[in-house]
């Protein structure tokens, strides 16, 4: 089946000088944005275990390398390794997050080397190189699947960043506030007609396995938020005693709030009569216009409930995002098909925090739902399985392993995520108790409950 989106100049119909021009683009800016992320910190902060959800920084630098070697140079090039004998350190699977200080991981210095000498030969195997002939060449797919592994474990990085204390080491100007007027007079949701769409893509040249094919879904009439849900709505559930009422938990969730003694997302204190929030080493007062952050797919869950309402699935988050109704067409994003600009999304780590609610204009879906790219990653209600037809591609790894009912489905990305790893079809995916991830929701409803 033909996905209805059509041509841009970043799909595979670009010539192969345009096509090697992006992938030179995108690898360079993932470099650049893991070079800032860990030149901001001396080597203590880089080799310490911030926290046993997340790697030592240095390990995260090095297997950036590792795995750009392993498939550019090694499965693209055909090149002998260059030191084999760290790729079992650097391999995800084999050894979890908090067991990963107590290997023999490369020391900064020597990281840094490492994945610099990689990035030298392949931007010399990129210029050579024909990207054609194979799935893994066609459209230079293997270049932009490293890119976007470079820049997902950059918003790992972001992550643990976020969970370091100590001196304030990343430092970002506000996003902007609402632009193209305010959300005053917008309807706080709309109405999703029913019908079939196009869910997924054969035709993104860089989509991963996850995403493909594309295929026909039918999602019945609801009705969306059409801002994320803010965190001064999401205080209301707190004040009105929502961590204490065990009716708006599903029982896994309610354990969790009761062992671990869940009050408010994580991050958040109370002082006296105020909420505070810790951002990237600053403690300030929680933003009640900002997108609520860090919170887990039970309290979003349980939010939903209280609020009479509940999270949409993973197909009426995709068909509010991407459907045209003039045209049937599923676009590339909310806005079209063009790619992000500053100016449509709050992507790319340019700010260090969600934008106010009712932001980003430019962005908004022909639907008018704003905000579904960008900001936070919006939990749905969907556990994360294949599309009908889904093949591995290029190793089960990636995505296969993952699926089944233990991980649910986030869209639309983060202010960390850059735009090379972010389309209308990208699938996120976490366990339901994760909190440090830049999460947040917004809540949808039966058209028949209206």
């Not at 360079?28 to 046993?52: F, I, K, M, N, Y």
């Not at 390990?59 to 550019?72: F, R």
């Not at 020597?110 to 030969?121: E, K």
């Not at 860089?206 to 999602?219: C, G, I, K, S, T």
Request: proline content about 10%; glycine content about 8%.
């Amino acid at each position: 089946m033909s996905d209805p989106t059509g041509p841009t100049e970043s799909d595979g119909r670009a010539g192969p000088d345009a096509l090697r021009a992006r992938a030179v683009e995108a690898l360079l800016a993932a470099r650049e944005r893991t070079a800032v992320l860990t030149s901001c910190v001396d080597d203590g902060e880089l080799t310490a275990q911030h926290s046993p959800l997340m790697s030592p920084l240095v390990w995260d630098l090095a297997h950036i390398g590792n795995q750009e070697e392993l498939w550019l140079l090694r499965n693209v090039a055909g090149r002998e390794p260059m030191h084999p004998e760290i790729d079992s350190v650097y391999d995800a699977f084999e050894h979890p997050r908090a067991a990963r200080p107590s290997l023999p991981l490369l020391a900064p210095a020597d990281a840094r080397r490492y994945a610099s000498d990689v990035r030298g030969r392949v931007l010399d195997v990129l210029e050579h190189t024909p990207l054609e002939g194979s799935p893994l060449l066609d459209a230079g797919f293997a270049f932009g699947m490293v890119a976007q592994h470079e820049q997902q474990h950059d918003e790992t990085m972001l992550i643990t960043h976020q969970l370091r204390r100590g001196p304030v080491a990343l430092t970002a100007p506000p996003p902007p506030g609402p632009t193209g007027g305010t959300t005053a007079g917008k309807p706080e949701e709309v109405l999703i007609p029913g019908g079939p769409f196009t869910m997924g893509t054969s035709t993104e040249p860089w989509a991963l396995d996850n995403e493909r094919p594309a295929h026909h879904r039918f999602v019945p009439a609801f009705l969306m938020d059409t801002t994320p849900v803010s965190n001064g709505a999401y205080l209301h559930f707190i004040e009105d005693g929502g961590y204490t009422d065990g009716r708006w938990w599903t029982d896994e969730g309610w354990a969790q709030v009761r062992t671990n003694r869940l009050a408010a997302p994580l991050f958040w204190h109370r002082e006296g009569s105020q909420w505070l929030r810790r951002r990237f080493g600053v403690v300030e007062p929680v933003p009640e216009d900002e997108p609520v952050m860090h919170v887990s797919w039970y309290e979003a869950d349980a939010y939903a409930k209280w609020a009479g309402r509940r999270l949409p699935s993973e197909a009426e988050w995709e068909k509010a995002a991407r459907y045209d109704p003039v045209s049937g067409r599923s676009l590339r994003y909310p806005w079209g098909d063009a790619d992000p600009t500053p100016r449509r999304a709050n992507l790319g780590q340019r700010h260090l925090q969600p934008a106010p609610v009712g932001a980003y204009a430019d962005g908004e879906s022909p639907l008018g739902v704003r905000q579904l790219m960008g900001d936070v990653w919006e939990w749905t209600s969907s556990d994360f399985l294949p599309y009908p037809g889904f093949t591995a591609f290029p190793y089960p790894e990636y995505s296969e392993v993952f699926f089944g009912s233990a991980h649910k489905v986030l869209r639309g990305g983060s202010f960390a995520v850059d735009p090379v790893a972010c389309r209308g079809t990208f699938r996120n995916w976490d366990l339901p108790m994760r909190r440090q991830i830049f999460s947040g929701f917004r809540t949808a409803r039966d058209a028949q409950d209206a």
